[in-house]
């Protein structure tokens, strides 16, 4: 946190604006009820072991750019492999790539490099991501029974969509009704508030 207000604020405010920022995103990070649920429901311990790995590799991809123009292989490889064990904890790291350009954008405001060079830097994360994807799907295809588009059709699952892209950060303002398992209703109309 420290690293992206210092690099957002390009050093126009004073040094302890960014040491109180970092702790303060730190203190809601650590108080957070949703943050909660990783520690007091076994099915989410994944969540905590996720975590860990995605922030260290956003860090050690923010020290392998540190130095402008020329990448730190260090720490540019030390990237690659929490991604790897981030992704082998939770499927959800899979966005760790484009989370990586957004940063790139702002606040570290790289575009002078060009579009081109900022996603090549990022393609053996993007092929990591792949991999992941394609064995996450896998494994819940293996183990589990995937709810077929049949069953709900297009509509729902466009709603359903739609419904995740509110309730989750809703959830993060509004932390209440928390519940180990949000359960899909039996009938999902796409219009249905």
Known sequence: ARRLLAAALGGRAPGYT???????????????????????????????????????????????????????????????????????????????????????????????L????????KLPHLALAGLGAGVAFWAVRQSTAVTSYGEYGLGARIAMTAYSLVFYPWKWLWPAGLSPMYELPARIGPLAP
Do not use: N
């Not at 991809?61 to 064990?85: D, K, P, Q």
């Not at 060009?114 to 830097?121: A, F, K, P």
């Open 18 to 112: 960014g040491e109180w920022g970092a702790a303060f995103a730190a203190l809601v990070f650590a108080v957070h009820p949703l943050r909660v649920e990783s520690v007091a429901w076994i099915t989410e311990r994944r969540d905590v072991l996720s975590g860990v790995w995605y922030l260290l590799a956003v860090w050690a991809w923010l020290r392998a750019v540190a130095g402008g123009t020329r990448i730190h292989s260090a720490f540019y490889a030390l990237s690659l492999c929490a991604f790897t064990a981030d992704l082998l904890s939770k499927a959800s790291g899979v966005m760790l790539p484009a989370a990586l350009l957004l940063l790139d954008a702002y606040p570290l405001r790289r575009q002078a």
């Open 114 to 121: 060009g579009w081109r060079r900022l996603i090549g830097e």
